[in-house]
């Protein structure tokens, strides 16, 4: 069926940089929607950032990391990014890849990575 493989994630110091990547394969006929979400422990899993495959390719980012996170696309590898800046110890999480998509046989089906681990801390 369709696999989503993220990686990127690692251990750095408060207000440090680090680029997260996603990619997706397999059966897939078209990707309406790609995102990161996180989940710190004991916490939540919350939506992160978010952006569409269609043309315009919108995005959308949670206040907490706008300013400082920027998601994106690539098409052609059917691939997202997150590049994260100036990191803060509470964006420690496992950050997860989603989407959105119809696969050959057209069925929609919403798939999460494994999730990589990202640990801000001196």
């Known amino acids: 069926q369709v696999q989503l493989v993220e990686s990127g994630g690692g251990l750095v110091q408060p207000g440090g940089s680090l680029r997260l990547s996603c990619t997706a394969s397999?059966?897939?006929?078209?990707?309406?929607?790609m995102a990161w979400y996180r989940q710190a422990p004991g916490k939540q899993r919350d939506l992160v950032a978010t952006?569409?495959?269609?043309?315009?390719?919108?995005?959308n980012l949670a206040d907490s990391v706008k300013g400082r996170f920027t998601i994106s696309r690539d098409d052609a590898k059917s691939t997202v990014y997150l590049q994260m800046n100036s990191l803060k110890p509470d964006d420690t999480a496992v950050y997860y890849c989603?989407?959105?998509?119809?696969?050959?046989?057209?069925?929609?089906?919403?798939?999460w990575g494994r999730g990589t681990q990202v640990t801000v801390s001196s």
């Open positions: 397999g059966s897939i006929h078209h990707i309406y929607t």
């Open positions: 989603n989407t959105f998509l119809i696969t050959n046989d057209l069925v929609r089906r919403d798939v």
């Open positions: 952006v569409s495959m269609t043309r315009g390719g919108d995005t």
